[in-house]
């Protein structure tokens, strides 16, 4: 088997980097085309997560019954043409998402040595909250159209690749100002997740080297 408990967060950043970089190419096709990529994406970034994980029976157990409820939801979402459908599934996404992170933490920061495989976790987690971010911001828009300016097709009933991108620049902290939030609940998602990303970055740089130091003293 290629992912083993060893390097089992490889196949969680592989699934990450392959939903974030299929993005853009939603903006060329179709809303339905787009939908059923963007479900194709998600369903693919948990079982790559699920094959390395398959000798923890809880976390196995529950992701499978989320990708077969995202599966038939998909599947009703394309049979029914049913925006509100889609956005189901993706909301279902967020407790996946959620579980990753709590076992990526628990890996990469309760662990008494440093390897390879810790480190592509710690950086699952910080992807991992931006794509959270962009699930919460695309929800907020659905049911407040007014949260958000300057999307590039107000039109467009799925901005999910849009509000991927703004999800980064705020946790990031870039703020290039293109979209911008303007209800006050999408102005407290936005800063609330620039804080959160400055916190984690700072968490994760202290904790790696404490582990690093406390790994080279010299034994007694």
Known sequence: MILTKNNNFFGLLIGQLTLIFTMPMLHYLSEETGRLILHSAIIGM?????????????????????????II???????????????IAITLSIFFLITSIAVAFKSVFFSPVISVNQLVGASCIYLLLGIIGAILYSNLFFISP?????????????????F????????????FGDITPISPVAKTLSFMQAIIGQLYLTIMVAGLVGKAINNNKPKD
Do not use: R
Request: aromatic share 12%.
């Open 46 to 70: 948990i079982l790559l997560t699920i094959i390395g994980n398959q000798k923890n029976k809880a976390w196995y157990k529950s992701i499978i019954i989320l990708t077969t409820l995202e």
């Open 73 to 87: 939801i998909l599947i009703l979402a394309s049979i029914l043409d049913d925006l509100i459908l889609t956005y």
């Open 164 to 175: 991927m991108y703004y999800s980064y620049v705020t946790l990031t902290t870039l703020g």
């Open 146 to 162: 007014g949260s958000f300016s300057g999307l590039i097709d107000m039109k467009s009933e799925l901005h999910f690749p849009e």
